[in-house]
């Protein structure tokens, strides 16, 4: 696979003396390690995952997604002469893909099970779920920025509601499981076999500890594509610790609107946390917003802005997308420029990524049982 270069500028046909690059510039960590990832993860060797099956599953996935520039350009990398998904291996894996595409509050572990049991390694199967997720990430990073200068054409939706979550009391393991949103802070468990800390090779572990992340079962989990792990981390922090541009609690805060939308308790926990520890005098709306019930709409009782900043994460959250460019407009009214729109964009686009991953991987649980 040759990329002649960044795929996102490439399919928006953004110029690169517009605002909107150079702010893709400015935020060059997220930018440079957003093609490195997808570059990784369309080269990585798979036993089940050939380069024409991967072209195929995100041409899926950017379909559903909503995102026809993205599906198209997928469409155009493999053959269907190509495709050949009829064993009893592919048939578990697409039954799981359908689901954290679409409903990934829905993945359980017997579903995560069914593709281990037909005959995928941990790291084919986290292959796979990399796969999977980064389309979904890259197909609204895409759409937020045609939706920013403005070649975007979708109408007005209906605003967006917060999703299902977990309702079970247990998890897998007999944990309490946290059956309302909350920002305490939860623990978390595998329905896979993570890898053993003493399996890494000393780069990997160096990377690890360097992240702060070698004692999490999480990332232990996800250190099964280790370069993968590797680049999203950089991006995580290309797209939520940097100066200027929106404020972190900003940032915090779309991505815990995302995860209302898609139902991830773990995540909203974690990101609405730092959300009210930016900004200590917005708690009571963080608050407001992890208490919105399913079926009701996320955008209503906060201030102007925040209620548009609110609007914008919900609608780039659905599957299928349902931005449109009054949205932007508005923002803008408000005097967000493009570098922040930018930041609040990648911050919504990222969680996409980030909440299906923590939903089809694993669940939550309670500390302090």
């Excluded at 309490?176 to 949103?181: R, S």
């Excluded at 200027?244 to 773990?266: D, F, H, T």
């Amino acid at each position: 696979m040759a990329i002649q270069q960044d795929l996102v500028n490439q399919l928006t046909g953004l110029d690169s003396q517009s605002k909107l690059a150079q702010a893709r510039l400015t935020r060059d960590v997220a930018t440079d390690n957003l093609q490195l990832a997808f570059e990784t993860i369309f080269t990585a060797e798979s036993e089940y995952l050939t380069q024409p099956v991967k072209f195929y599953l995100a041409e899926q996935v950017t379909r559903k997604t909503g995102g026809d520039l993205l599906a198209n350009y997928y469409a155009e990398q493999f053959s269907p002469s190509d495709i050949h998904l009829d064993s009893a291996q592919y048939e578990a894996a697409l039954k799981y893909v359908d689901v954290i595409i679409e409903n990934p509050k829905q993945a359980n572990k017997a579903l995560v099970n069914a593709v281990i049991e037909s005959g995928w390694h941990e790291k084919d199967f986290l292959l796979l779920a990399q796969l999977v997720t980064f389309v979904t990430y890259q197909s609204r990073l895409i759409e937020g920025i045609l939706l920013l200068e403005g070649k975007s054409n979708r109408t007005v939706t209906p605003p967006v509601t917060a999703g299902v979550w977990n309702k079970e009391i247990h998890t897998a393991q007999g944990r309490i499981a946290p059956t309302a949103f909350t920002q305490d802070q939860l623990g978390w468990e595998s329905w896979l076999n993570a890898r053993d800390a003493s399996t890494l090779s000393d780069e990997e572990a160096d990377v690890m500890k360097k992240m702060g992340q070698i004692t999490s079962e999480y990332f232990l989990l996800l250190a099964h594509q280790s370069k993968i792990l590797e680049l999203r981390t950089l991006i995580d922090r290309g797209v939520f610790y940097t100066s200027e541009g929106l404020p972190r609690w900003e940032r915090e805060y779309a991505a815990a609107v995302v995860s209302k939308v898609n139902g991830c308790i773990y995540c909203a926990s974690v990101h609405a946390r730092k959300a009210s520890h930016l900004a200590k005098d917005r708690k009571n709306d963080v608050d407001q917003l992890l208490a919105t019930q399913t079926g009701e709409v996320l955008a209503q009782n906060f201030d102007e802005r925040l209620l548009a900043i609110t609007d914008l994460s919900a609608s780039l959250s659905t599957t299928p997308i349902s931005v449109y460019p009054t949205q932007i407009d508005k923002l803008r009214d408000l005097g967000l420029d493009d570098l922040e729109l930018l930041d609040l964009v990648q911050s919504i686009a990222f969680f996409s990524w980030a909440n299906r991953l923590m939903l089809s991987l694993g669940e939550a649980y309670e500390l302090s049982e």
